[in-house]
């Protein structure tokens, strides 16, 4: 129950709290890598924005499934944007002088928690995936 | 509101589950030592078959738990339990590709570009832009994946390596084959059933902890294949078309076997989509034509691409009907079976035996009837796939097994089917009257089940019989799994180098010395985990490929030298280098007979002792070694030089990299005749330069030459200043009679001995494994001594030296095996049994093969240490 209504919260994002709270997180791990080397606020901040985003991803992709799979398969979809994420940066560089550092770092997980809330406030995706 | 008793035992068997996971848990880390080899507890096995026993009687009875939300609970922590064992048993990780990849992650981590960038070698494979996508995309998924999360996390880059593919798997895996198989329309219990087998099946457990990118690969591919069954069976198509898409370009990123594969199996999804749609209108041939059209296109999908590598890499593999042809009958028939053990065949044949019968078996109504065919599908086509590789594909770019280990992805669901309905089978009464119906009516109908309490002992009895045959089977699988990697030389990756890289990383950043490192295989890995592969500042040699540390580092081990060091540190200019030496290498490397504690005692007198570190098998010495790249240069001992008859003492000179290789220089000039005597002993005469018009050589005793009066010439000899207390030498090898000089002793073969007065060549040939012997009687030399030998062995050939003493009957006391310098002069050293005594020395020449064979002998030494 208390998933559920954490889930649905998330998920409602009420004048983009969540979705601030996301970016927030993120100049968070931003600082903490590049300033302050603690694990234990790395842990706290990556847990917030997984948590957040994979809200917003089950909530954009697996509207129908039960609170408990639409988190897993969130956090599922999230880590695949993180994957593709770093790895288009990775096959970028070949091309551009692009270096795969911690402002980049910080800009694909910036990136991928904007497109998410906006998809998820936008309702593009249901949109664009109704058969 | 629950039921109170049935709340209590639901309580008290989750205390159960969670003791017996502890434990084992706990057992597991009682097993592990600082070796390099596998140890496990004898208790380890035990406690994980009772928690996979205990595992399987929650899934397949609903008496103690029937929430199925805890079920799945049970099941994601078995599945992290197995992962977790395997991560505990094999810490800090097993030798090969996992630290390779490791090293590149760090490269990324550290300085956020491809480590080919950094690389001293030119690259062919990135000169063109399509060749440089390629290389980068590679394994781009785990590198991108580890790098951003430890960014995320702020935990070092190896322990993200480590855990992301256990972590992964034991989380997603079970989810995502419980789901697959809800597509198709079965009950929970399957469902359950279907996620352990696809998380735990033999054949792929050992790539669910390995950290590479195959792992990922093989997860993300199992996520495509249930977004494609998805596909078939929701109403949204073209999201789930969208999220199979997605999953299988991260799978493609991850790993280009598993990421082709998984679009094959997209392709197929959407044929079967296509063949559903025409179906539906009618036309039954037409979409069959589609349906046969996909299969062949998913089918072909992974040779093709495979054959098309070669446009953009320097791989190149080809169809080929001859592979086929050498192939034996029996690896045709049964494949990569044939080199299974029975037991081996067993395990890693049984989930597709019982996925054949679940496609059998008819299921009721037609719901997730596509997803079905899909998944049987799915199995024929990776078949064929692998089928094709095995006979066809020459050379296959990765091993054709690999492609067995994505068969569980497709069949667990179906193979669920089987067990259950086995279960289903064991758990009906048994009746002789129309036994079809009455289960039938059972199945629907449970409540009208007669003979209660027969069934609830025969439910118990197939529960207990299903639950322990499984769990001993996904016992055996793990255990084979670890046993398999165990058993492989050295497997894991020493502590011991892993600290050593620590020690020498800390020495870097206190003194900021570029240094090389050229060490066992274990270092190296663990050093380039550390500091990244080609990092120019802190650089560790590799022995992948071409690269040459392994040669390296058995020429320092085995020669008893720096010069691999002056080469290592050529690649990086480093002002220090590194050997770091483990126990187990000099076995592994130089054969059973290598005595490790002599090794290290002899390198010492080179190099600096840094560090000892460890015991055992695994102990570690790092040894370091200051690169002078100044050579040191002086003026040496006083020769006699007669020069025209009149004695003149003269001074040489000096120079030196190493104290082993010391060169002295005489520079004569305005005589017309010189003799030179009484140089040191530990001396070799090298060469005169320019070449005299006339020249009489001893290099024993002096040098004759005459000479043009306004020529300077340079007389150049060389020592190994580090055994300076020659008592004995030869360095002119000159026959004559027993007691003067050398002599034949037994030849079975065309052969010439002949020497210049410094260098002695001896050539032979014959029939194969003919021989000839040569000795020369020594003045009874005995003590604390060591062997030296310069010499040059031609490749070919077997050059053995023998120590002999005469004094009461003939013992022969030393034997050097064969000798090995690939054509090159090298300095060999060898320590002598300090109780024997030394009357003749033998030189022991064999051809192996009948042909030409050489030896180019420059000096014996005794020196003593």
């Known amino acids: 129950m208390v998933l559920e209504k954490l889930d649905e919260t998330i998920s409602m994002d009420r004048k983009g709290i969540f979705t601030i709270i996301a970016l927030l997180a993120t100049i968070g791990i931003y600082t903490n890598s590049t300033r302050l080397s603690l694990p234990f606020f790395g842990v706290v901040l990556s847990i917030t924005y997984f948590t957040i985003n994979s809200v917003f991803t089950g909530n954009i992709f697996f509207r129908d499934e039960n609170p408990n799979f639409r988190f897993v398969f969130g956090l599922l979809l999230s880590l695949m944007l993180v994957a593709i994420g770093g790895a288009t940066i990775i096959v970028a560089s070949a091309l551009i002088p692009i270096k795969f550092d911690t402002p980049t770092t910080t800009a694909l997980l910036a990136l991928i928690t904007v497109t998410l809330s906006s998809l998820n406030h936008t309702k593009i995706a249901r949109k664009l995936f109704k058969d | ?865």
């Open chain 2, 1 to 865: 509101m629950r039921n109170p008793r049935k709340q209590s035992i639901h309580i008290i068997t989750i205390m159960i589950v969670t003791a017996v996971f502890v434990y084992t848990v706990y057992w597991a880390l009682s097993s592990w030592t600082e070796a390099i080899y596998l140890n496990l507890h004898p208790l380890v096995l035990p406690f994980y078959f009772v928690a996979s026993a205990l595992m399987f009687l929650i899934i397949l009875d609903d008496h103690v738990i029937s929430g199925i939300a805890s079920k799945i609970g049970i099941v994601l922590a078995h599945s992290f339990l197995t992962r977790i064992l395997a991560m505990i048993l094999f810490y800090p990780g097993t030798l090969g590709d996992p630290f390779n990849h490791l090293m590149i992650s760090r490269t990324w981590y550290n300085t956020g570009i491809h480590y080919f960038n950094f690389s001293p070698y030119t690259v062919p494979e990135i000169s063109t832009v399509i060749g440089k996508i390629y290389v980068y995309q590679r394994a781009a998924v785990q590198h991108g994946l580890t790098v951003v999360l430890s960014r995320m996390f702020n935990i070092d880059v190896y322990w993200v390596h480590h855990c992301l593919v256990g972590t992964l798997w034991s989380l997603f895996l079970p989810i995502v084959a419980f789901k697959t198989a809800r597509t198709i329309g079965v009950s929970n219990r399957v469902s359950l059933l279907a996620a352990v087998l696809m998380a735990n099946a033999p054949i792929l457990i050992g790539w669910s902890f390995i950290e590479v990118p195959n792992s990922l690969g093989f997860i993300f591919f199992a996520v495509t294949i249930y977004f494609s069954a998805k596909l078939l069976t929701s109403d949204a198509k073209r999201k789930y078309g969208f999220l199979a898409f997605s999953a299988s370009i991260v799978s493609l990123l991850s790993h280009n076997m598993t990421g082709f594969v998984a679009i094959s199996m997209l392709l197929l999804a959407l044929s079967l989509t296509r063949y559903d749609d025409i179906r539906k209108n009618g036309t039954k041939r037409k979409g069959l034509f589609v349906l046969l059209l996909g299969l062949a296109t998913s089918i072909m999908v992974l040779p093709a691409t495979t054959i098309g590598l070669q446009v953009v890499y320097p791989i190149k593999s080809n169809l080929s009907v001859s592979k086929f042809l050498n192939l034996g009958i029996d690896k045709i028939i049964l494949t990569h079976y044939s080199g299974y053990s029975f037991l081996q065949g067993i395990m890693y044949g049984i989930p597709s035996f019982l996925a054949i019968i679940g496609i059998a078996l008819k299921q009721k109504g037609s719901k997730g009837k596509m997803a079905k065919i899909f998944l049987a599908l799915a199995f024929t086509s990776l078949v064929a796939q692998y089928r094709i590789f095995l006979y066809f594909v020459d050379p296959s770019p990765f091993g054709e097994h690999r492609l067995l280990v994505l068969f569980p992805f497709a069949i667990a669901p179906l193979a669920a089917i089987t067990i259950d309905r086995l279960f289903e089978w064991l758990t009906l009464p048994t009746t002789t009257k129309s036994s079809y119906h009455i289960r039938k009516s059972a199945r629907e109908n449970p409540s009208k089940r007669t003979n209660k309490s027969n069934l609830t002992i025969r439910q118990g009895l197939a529960t207990l019989l299903i639950g322990i045959s499984l769990s001993a089977f996904f016992a055996q699988g793990t255990l084979a799994t670890w046993e398999e990697i165990g058993q492989r030389v050295v497997p894991i990756i020493s502590v011991y180098s892993m600290e050593a890289a620590e020690l020498i990383h800390e020495e870097y950043l206190r003194t900021g010395e570029r240094y090389v490192v050229v060490s066992d295989k274990h270092t190296e890995l663990a050093g380039g985990a550390l500091v990244g592969r080609y990092n120019p500042n802190e650089y560790y040699m590799l022995s992948m490929g071409t690269h040459p540390n392994r040669q390296l580092y058995t020429q320092a081990i085995q020669d008893i030298s720096v010069e691999p060091m002056f080469i290592a540190a050529k690649v990086n200019n480093a002002t220090t280098a590194y050997l770091v030496t483990a126990k187990w290498s000099a076995r592994v490397y130089l054969g059973p007979r290598a005595d490790y504690e002599s090794i290290v005692n002899d390198l010492s007198k080179f190099y600096e002792t840094f560090a000892v570190l460890g015991s055992g098998d695994g102990q570690i010495h790092i040894l370091r070694f200051r690169i002078p790249w100044e050579p040191y240069e002086g003026t040496g001992p006083t020769v006699t030089v007669l020069m025209d008859s009149q004695e003149i003492p003269r001074n040489t000179s000096y120079t030196y990299l190493t104290r082993d290789k010391v060169t002295y220089t005489l520079n004569l000039t305005g005589a017309s005749t010189y003799n030179i005597t009484n140089w040191p002993l530990a001396w070799s005469y090298e060469s005169i330069d320019p070449t005299p018009t006339k020249a009489s050589i001893d290099a024993n005793t002096w040098i004759n030459f005459t000479a043009s009066p306004d020529t300077s010439y340079t007389v150049k000899w060389i020592a190994n200043e580090i055994y300076p207390n020659v008592i004995w030498k030869d360095d002119s090898f000159f026959e004559g009679a027993v007691g003067e000089g050398w002599y034949y002793y037994w030849a079975r073969c065309n052969y010439t001995f002949k020497t210049d007065g410094d260098i002695l060549e001896v050539t032979w040939e014959g029939n194969p494994k003919d021989n000839v012997m040569y000795d020369k009687q020594l003045p009874h030399l005995n003590g604390s001594l060591s062997l030296l030998v310069r010499i040059a062995v031609r490749e070919g050939t077997t050059c053995y030296i023998e120590l002999w003493d005469d004094r009461i009957t003939r013992t022969k006391v030393f034997f050097s095996y064969g000798i090995e310098t690939q054509g090159e002069y090298q300095t060999k050293l060898y320590s002598l049994p300090e109780d024997s005594t030394f009357s003749r020395i033998r030189l022991y020449l064999v051809t192996p093969d009948g042909s030409l064979c050489a030896i180019y002998l420059d000096y014996v030494m005794f020196i003593q240490i």
